[in-house]
């Protein structure tokens, strides 16, 4: 919407970078024209979104929350493994999910074939190497071209907790997060995405002690926040049926469906889809 863009450029110009950074999700050049998917959408989803693709319904895995549909259409799937059509979307938004997964080229991949445009965001090299977060599989940079990817070991490879003190690191992360874009990777495509991932694994050259204390996983997500600019935002609720439209098998890839007593069947390889919790289950 206009007067959040306009809000949010008045913030930033006013120093405002904390309230700025709040905005950027219902700033994102978004029409209602759109078909919308959130990947990774867990407990405060994208008020823009009109599908969302999550697969771990209890948070257990992010520390995030359990995840929610807020009135919009959700999905349990892999991200690695989108059971939706080719260019099915107008827009796919990933926010703080490509750091945790275990293949970033498929998820990637995924989000290429699916969608004509995007956004994603992830912690940056800085946010991991102060604060790391206990589920953090990747190391993503951002250098204006491409996105660049690093695997870990493990999830504390630097160890800067344990050599410079909790306090230390709390201490220049607040200072970081005076604007927190110091601390992301916030990346825009249109088309294809343009990344790289090395061969090389950031491996931990120093054993861990014993009684190390690390860092627990960041703050929570604010549901209620996402919930009233949902609110605001006014999206319309795309029906089941419409989904279906856009749905493909992850089996066999066939687009061709059968709906008895609330699941989906294949027609094609006769693949079963149950509902988990109310939704359709298409994880592997």
């Not at 003190?165 to 604007?179: D, E, K």
């Not at 999206?235 to 469906?257: D, F, V, Y």
Request: glycine share 6%; charged share 25%.
């Amino acid at each position: 919407m206009t007067f959040i863009h306009a809000a949010r450029r008045a913030a930033e110009l006013c120093g405002l970078s904390a309230f700025a950074w709040k905005l950027r999700k219902v700033d994102l050049g978004i029409t209602a024209a759109d078909l919308v998917l959130d990947v990774g959408s867990g407990s405060a989803p994208n008020p823009y979104a009109d599908v969302l693709v999550e697969c771990d319904p209890n948070g257990h895995q992010t520390n995030s929350g359990p995840a929610r549909s807020n009135g919009k259409l959700l999905l349990w799937a892999d991200a690695e493994q989108m059971p939706f059509r080719d260019g099915a979307f107008d827009v796919a938004l990933c926010f703080h999910l490509l750091e945790h997964v275990r293949n970033p080229a498929a998820c990637l991949d995924e989000l290429n074939r699916v969608a004509r445009r995007g956004y994603i965001e992830t912690p940056n090299e800085i946010f991991d190497y102060v604060i790391p977060y206990r589920d953090h599989r990747n190391r993503v940079s951002f250098d204006g071209e491409l996105l660049r990817i690093l695997r870990k070991d493990r999830w504390n490879v630097e160890r800067f907790p344990e050599r410079y003190g909790s306090r230390r690191a709390r201490q220049v992360f607040a200072l970081l997060a005076t604007n927190p874009r110091n601390l992301h990777v916030c990346y825009r495509w249109t088309g294809r995405i343009q990344y790289t991932i090395s061969d090389e694994v950031i491996q931990d050259a120093h054993p861990a002690e014993e009684n190390a204390i690390a860092e627990e996983n960041g703050a929570a997500a604010a549901p209620w926040l996402n919930s009233l600019a949902t609110r605001i935002v006014r999206r319309r609720k795309l029906p089941e049926e419409r989904l279906l439209s856009i749905l493909r098998c992850i089996g066999c890839h066939s687009s061709n469906w059968s709906s008895v007593d609330g699941t989906l069947a294949c027609q094609r390889c006769s693949r079963v889809y149950r509902r988990f919790d109310g939704h359709f289950d298409f994880r592997p």
